[in-house]
């Protein structure tokens, strides 16, 4: 994929990479179901990814602004190792993230699409967005993934990641 010199730049400098959950995780929708079920679905590819992502040296978080069964038992399932959940101020979160890593903001990427991840955009080093997010946050994206939300979208910027950074083929050559 050609992306900008001054983009793979940035890039290339990602040793953490954080994501949102609904819009860019999932579709976006909200299933209930009775006795106060939620549903939600995740795509398969966008799991592998994350998990390629950790596999290669590279810090995978999610935060997200609800708490959910569904979502924790996701986590759980791909050992993603930092998780913040019912999170109201999403920048306290990456403050904690930074403490916990010794990773500063600007050499992390944040996966968002909607209005409360633009104070992640503020801080972090790369921003990236997706089709259906808010026009103001695809606006602040220094990429959007022309994969849908919730259908492969987190793996298209997994996979541009590990590609700028040398490691998709050795990634690959890992799952033979």
């Known amino acids: 994929m050609l992306i900008a010199p001054e983009l793979a730049e940035k890039l290339a400098a990602i040793e953490l990479a954080i994501f949102d959950v609904d819009g860019v995780l999932t579709d976006g929708r909200l299933y209930y179901g009775s006795g106060g079920i939620e549903i939600k679905a995740f795509h398969v590819q966008d799991g592998a990814a994350l998990k390629l992502l950790m596999q290669s040296g590279i810090g995978v978080a999610i935060i997200t602004g609800r708490a959910s069964e569904a979502v924790t038992r996701r986590v759980e399932e791909l050992g993603i190792p930092h998780f913040?959940?019912?999170?109201?101020?999403?920048?306290?979160?990456?403050?904690?993230?930074?403490?916990?890593?010794?990773?500063?903001?600007?050499?992390?990427?944040?996966?968002?699409?909607?209005?409360?991840?633009?104070?992640?955009?503020?801080?972090?080093?790369?921003?990236?967005?997706?089709?259906?997010?808010?026009?103001?946050?695809?606006?602040?994206?220094?990429?959007?993934?022309?994969?849908p939300a919730g259908y492969g979208a987190v793996r298209e910027v997994s996979q541009l990641i590990l590609e700028t950074q040398g490691k998709w083929l050795r990634a690959l050559n890992a799952l033979r």
């Not at 930074?98 to 921003?127: N, P, Q």
């Open 84 to 147: 913040f959940e019912g999170v109201s101020r999403k920048e306290l979160a990456l403050a904690e993230l930074e403490g916990t890593t010794g990773i500063d903001a600007s050499r992390m990427s944040h996966m968002g699409d909607d209005l409360a991840d633009l104070s992640l955009f503020d801080r972090v080093g790369v921003r990236f967005s997706v089709e259906s997010g808010h026009p103001v946050v695809k606006h602040a994206a220094d990429f959007v993934a022309t994969t």
